[in-house]
């Protein structure tokens, strides 16, 4: 029994992992024309599940408002758009990353006290660095 159930959540964990995570363009709705048209579609579709029987389940019956609702809302508003950001890390990062990495092996290596300070400046250039690439783009 105990292998069952968790067989049944295991599943439906994946089905909620499934969303495709898509987002509908909302903005659309603040010009009126697109609201009074999503407004319409709406009406549009809920008055057309007014003629399905009651006896049907409350979950297939929840199921259909559910994909009227995206189906309109896709229809009408369309999806959002997400950003595509330019990449932060190029050559010159790279280059920067080795040198700390050198500059750490090195004090570990032979821990005096001129490999120390090497480090530490190495360490506080990189930091800005990379401080300046977040800002700057």
Same mark, same amino acid.
């Given at each position: ?11 439906? $964990? ?84 080795? +040198?700390?990495?050198?500059? $750490? ?22 930091? +800005?660095?990379?401080? $300046? ?5």
């Amino acid at each position: 029994m105990v292998e069952k159930v968790r067989e049944i959540l295991a599943v439906r $964990k994946q089905a909620v992992q499934k969303f495709d995570g898509g987002r509908f363009n909302l903005r659309k709705l603040n010009d009126l024309e697109f609201r009074k048209q999503y407004q319409i579609e709406i009406t549009n579709r809920f008055a057309s599940l007014e003629n399905v029987s009651e006896d049907e389940d409350i979950n297939r019956a929840w199921e259909i408002i559910k994909e009227n609702i995206k189906t309109s809302a896709t229809e009408n508003l369309g999806m959002h758009e997400m950003k595509q950001h330019e990449p932060r890390f190029d050559e010159g990062c790279l280059g920067i990353l080795d +040198r700390r990495k050198q500059a $750490k092996m090195q004090w570990i290596q032979y821990p005096s006290q001129s490999n120390v300070d090497n480090m530490n400046n190495v360490r506080r250039d990189a930091s +800005r660095h990379f401080r $300046k690439k977040r800002r700057h783009i």
